[in-house]
T-cell receptor
Framework: QKEVEQNSGPLSVPEGAIASLNCTYS??????FFWYRQYSGKSPELIMS????GDKEDGRFTAQLNKASQYVSLLIRDSQPSDSATYLC???????????FGSGTRLLVRP | EAGVTQFPSHSVIEKGQTVTLRCDPI?????LYWYRRVMGKEIKFLLH????????ESGMPNNRFLAERTGGTYSTLKVQPAELEDSGVYFC???????????FGPGTRLTVL
C-alpha cells in the first residue's frame, strides 16, 4: 500500500465548475497536510496547508481534512483554464519533517 | 526575495560518469531538503539538512549519492558513478524553521545514458 494515494486522472472539468481532488494516507500519526500545484516543467508550488480536522478556505481553494478516515481533499471553485496542472498531495510524518508525496492528479479545465 | 535556485537545470551524462547538482536555498533558511522524481513515480525524499548537519538521510538510495552543505548555505548532491536508474528530476526545497512551508526549486533534470 502506498503511503499517500491519489487518482492520477486526468480529471477534466468545464470552466467555472468545482474541481474535487482527493488523497488518502496510511500513517495515522501524520500531522500536517499540503497541496502543491505543479505546472509542467516547473517546481511544486504550495497552495494550501491544513493541520486540523475540518475545512480551510483560501480564496477559490478549500482544503478538507478527516483524520479518522485518513482523507484529505482539495476543492477548487470557479475553475479556470489556468488551474490546469498536476496537484500533489503531501503529508508530513509525525517523527520527521520530510514530505511524503502522492503521485499527483492531473487537472484539465476545459474553456 | 529570491527563491530556491538549482543548477544545472538539465544534465545529460553517460553511465559511470559523475555529476554534481547544486542548490541555493532561500537566504536565511536553515532547513534544506533534497527530493527526486524518477519517471512515472512520485516525488521521494532523499535527505534533510539543518544548517550544515544531516538531520535525516533515510531516503538516500545508496552510497553512490553524497550530499554536502558546507557552511550551512548552499548544498551539493553528487552522484558517482551514475547509473541509468538515477535519471529523473532532482528537487531542492528549503524552509525557515522545522515544520514551516517547504519552498521548492525548479529542479535539475538528470538524464543518464
Amino acid at each position: 500500500q502506498k503511503e499517500v494515494e491519489q487518482n492520477s486522472g486526468p480529471l477534466s472539468v468545464p470552466e467555472g465548475a468545482i474541481a474535487s481532488l482527493n488523497c488518502t494516507y496510511s500513517d495515522r500519526g501524520s500531522q500536517s497536510f499540503f497541496w502543491y500545484r505543479q505546472y509542467s516543467g516547473k517546481s511544486p508550488e504550495l497552495i494550501m496547508s491544513i493541520y486540523s480536522n475540518g475545512d480551510k478556505e483560501d480564496g477559490r481553494f478549500t482544503a478538507q481534512l478527516n483524520k479518522a478516515s485518513q482523507y484529505v481533499s482539495l476543492l477548487i471553485r470557479d475553475s479556470q483554464p489556468s488551474d490546469s496542472a498536476t496537484y500533489l498531495c503531501a503529508v508530513e510524518g509525525d517523527s520527521s519533517y520530510k514530505l511524503i508525496f502522492g503521485s499527483g492528479t492531473r487537472l484539465l479545465v476545459r474553456p | 526575495e529570491a527563491g530556491v535556485t538549482q543548477f544545472p537545470s538539465h544534465s545529460v551524462i553517460e553511465k559511470g560518469q559523475t555529476v554534481t547538482l547544486r542548490c541555493d536555498p532561500i537566504s536565511g533558511h536553515d532547513n534544506l531538503y533534497w527530493y527526486r522524481r524518477v519517471m512515472g513515480k512520485e516525488i521521494k525524499f532523499l535527505l534533510h539538512f539543518v544548517k550544515e548537519s544531516k538531520q535525516d538521510e533515510s531516503g538516500m538510495p545508496n552510497n553512490r549519492f553524497l550530499a554536502e552543505r558546507t557552511g550551512g548555505t548552499y548544498s551539493t548532491l553528487k552522484v558517482q558513478p551514475a547509473e541509468l536508474e538515477d535519471s529523473g528530476v532532482y528537487f531542492c526545497a528549503s524552509s525557515q524553521d522545522l515544520g514551516n512551508t517547504q519552498y521548492f526549486g525548479p529542479g535539475t533534470r538528470l538524464t543518464v545514458l
